[in-house]
């Protein structure tokens, strides 16, 4: 099986950045695309940044500017470089992926438990 564990969560001030982690693990054969979602209380989820296995980026409007995605295909890991924080990115984060488990596999989504992210004085 394929696991997505994401660390780098934290309370952190108005102003401030973080480093988000996801790390997939398990019977992998190939990532495609890998996805951060994020949620805030009483709200739907929401898709925050993609970026393909060569690196194409697309990162949400209300983030933009302010959040970096990037990954090490050799490590199977997504980052999300959150930086300018506010208080309305307070959320938990989501890393998702589309994985091929094996050759023959058929490709596969899967999500990590969420790390949470508090922006407060």
């Known amino acids: 099986q394929v696991q997505l564990v994401e660390s780098g969560g934290g309370l952190v001030q108005p102003g401030g950045s973080l480093r988000l982690s996801c790390a997939a693990s398990?019977?992998?054969?190939?990532?495609?695309?890998m996805r951060w979602y994020r949620q805030a209380p009483g709200k739907q989820r929401e898709l925050v940044a993609t970026?393909?296995?060569?690196?194409?980026?697309n990162i949400a409007d209300s983030v933009k500017g302010r959040f970096t995605i990037s990954r090490d295909n050799a490590k199977n890991t997504v980052y999300l470089q959150v930086s300018s924080l506010k208080p309305e990115d307070t959320a938990v984060y989501y890393c998702?992926?589309?994985?091929?488990?094996?050759?023959?596999?058929?490709?596969?989504?899967?999500w990590g438990q969420g790390t949470q992210v508090t922006v407060s004085s």
């Open positions: 998702n992926a589309d994985i091929i488990g094996d050759p023959r596999g058929r490709l596969t989504n899967y």
């Open positions: 398990g019977n992998i054969f190939r990532i495609n695309i």
């Open positions: 970026i393909t296995p060569g690196g194409n980026t």
